[in-house]
């Protein structure tokens, strides 16, 4: 028989004698694939979308909104240096007639942001003939040729379905201010003809330009004046920026978790390849006297990282269906036309890395048998001579032989705590996770959102009524809100300005801070990510205006969201702002049914309504948790049960000797269980801050410009996490420990064939 096939045979019957080690390899290898593969495939899948809708739609680059635009300001605006196109687009608001809903209506594109169609076509969009949103139609249960009533302005119009659309720049788009997630059946947006939207009377007008953001959004707004309301560009825009920032989350998020799996991957491989080899070292030894050169061997022991192969065209093969687990979790979410998986050569890079680290793995635990001299491993080693502390010597002659033995394979046990410790840290963020998002909720609609109901109010209402738009209502606080382009701001932050009152209140560490008469509070997040200091001046840009605003940070604010700066009302005029709130606070169990319908309100949102909307983003990655959950589950018990095998297989001939001497079997497995239940649990508990540490890093992938969270995992939480973690280390004990009554004692003693 050829070297090469005794070899292989050897092999063969290491992985089938050894099944349990090594399928643990097998099983994490298969996790880094699936793990990866399926969240790469959900990011990527919903990239190539967002990109494929954004070359057909030809997406702008800058958006702005005003009141009004003359054509000159528009032929300005289309001069700017790095514009290439520009058009613009009446905007009004509908409310369906008999109902609550609200649509945004807008003259169809021509060149720019396109819709694209998902039922009937836009090609005879005549004056009675409406384009709606396909998600909004759909809640409805309105189809092409049904018949929609709108009130627009006071005033009832019956429109024909010519088509459901979804439209790129508003593939994230909420529809109105004071929602976390699009909401279909209360919101959506539509087209008409330009015709007939020259009929209705826009209330605003839309630009969008395409070109180069960065020197158009320098230029434009001053070229707008008093009529300029919004300006932003990809990465602020509401029903833009939603999409790519959950495209970067879910991204961020596989190489996290990617990172954890390969670490406990690569230890499990090391260690079962440690394990074999010392059990191997006279077949070694036998081997190298036969002639097997080290090359041989060598390439002999690299061949076991055929498991890992194994595992991850396994992972590989199911990462599709986590792929489309994933992205059925974000259709709700986002109005995306297709949803499928989509891959980059990543995940075959990431095989191949893991079967060539497993190669060099297996061949550095096995340097040190393939460099002994035959004769010295086949005569075996001295018996070693240890040392016995003082206080070893107070224990029972069996205990004393455990905490030795633990002492001894320092190796196995720092991989069993590292396993562990991962089990714990993944478990932790599973459940820590949807307790921070609760909590920041809780925190937002418990103390810092003190009203009842939030209306949004129509451009120019302020200027027209003041505040005789709050008529009837006794406790009100106005506020006026913007994102605005700065020197410390990206344009994604919100300034806020508020007039004197309780109901919307800030707070540092859980204590109430309140705004300061001269400058302004900063959200810490934002302060950090700017380098925003108390003292340090910034200027702000506000709606109408062509001249900034510069204000002092006097304070700060832990506010979770928005993030940006607050002021107020007596601040913002001294600073040099106009106050020209565009919301109404109002508390009052009547607030939100007062001022629906009243002339220049655009939207009512009661304070229930936003907090439900809030806590179904958080149900909505239901799911996506418990997939994580189920992860730190199986990481644990698999390697927690590899462990154990290699320390059974290792001790069996330790165990028949206890046996012989007279140890009972209920103490032997009493001994076993206590070594298991001691590292298992000091594993958990070192799992804890590391577990909080993951939880923040994995919480700052889902931090935005215009929210973030803190970790809050609850000790109840927490000490389940460290139940789970324990129940499968005993679970493991009690299936090794049965595996002592089938000892074959003198087998054992006999020795290595």
Known sequence: MSVAALLRRKLVRDLRIRAAQFGAVFVMSALCLAVYGGLEGGWRGMQVEQGRMDAEAHLADVWITASSVSPEQFDALRGLPGVSDAETSGLVDATVVDGRSVLVVSALPERIDVPEPVDGGLDGLSDDRIALDAAFASAHALRVGDTVRLRIAGTDHSFTVAASVRAVDRVSDTGVDGLYAPDPAAYGYAYVSRQQMQALGPSRVSVALAGSPEQIMAEAPGLLGAERLTISDRSSQPGVVGLSDRIRQIRSLSLLFLSLFVVVAMLAMFTSMRRLVDMQQRDIATLKALGVTDAELRRHYSQYAVVVALGAFVGFAFAPVLSLFVLDSQRSSFGLIAWMPAYTPAPVALAVALVAGASIVSVVATRGARRAEPAAAMRGGAATTRRVFPRLRRLSP????????????????????????????????????????????????????????????????????????????????????????????????????????????????????????????????LADARGIALGDEVTVLPPGSARGVAVTVRGVTDAAEPQGLFLSRSAWERAGGVFEPNVLLARGAEAAEVLDGRPGIASVLTHDARRANAEQVIDGLGDVFALIKGFGLLLTMVVLVNLGALAFAERTRDYATLAVLGVRPREIRALLLRENVAVTVAGALIGIPTGIAFLSAYLAVFRTDRIVYAPAASPAAIALCVVIVVGCGLSASFLLARRLRRVDVLGALKGAE
């Open 398 to 525: 069996l205990n004393a032989w455990g905490l030795r033995e633990i002492a001894v394979a320092r190796g196995r046990l720092l991989t069993a705590l590292a396993a562990t410790v991962g089990g714990t840290t993944l478990l932790i963020a599973g459940f820590g996770m949807p307790d921070s998002l609760h909590h920041q909720v809780a925190r937002s609609f418990e103390s810092q959102y003190r009203f009842d109901a939030q209306a949004r109010l129509s451009p120019g209402a302020w200027s027209q009524q003041g505040e005789a738009l709050a008529s009837g209502i006794a406790d009100v606080q106005w506020q006026m809100t913007f994102l605005a382009p700065g020197d410390a701001l990206s344009g994604g932050e919100a300034v806020n300005v508020l007039s004197d009152g309780d109901l919307y209140r800030l707070s540092d560490a859980d204590t109430a801070v309140a705004l300061p008469a001269d400058g302004a509070l900063v959200s810490i997040a």
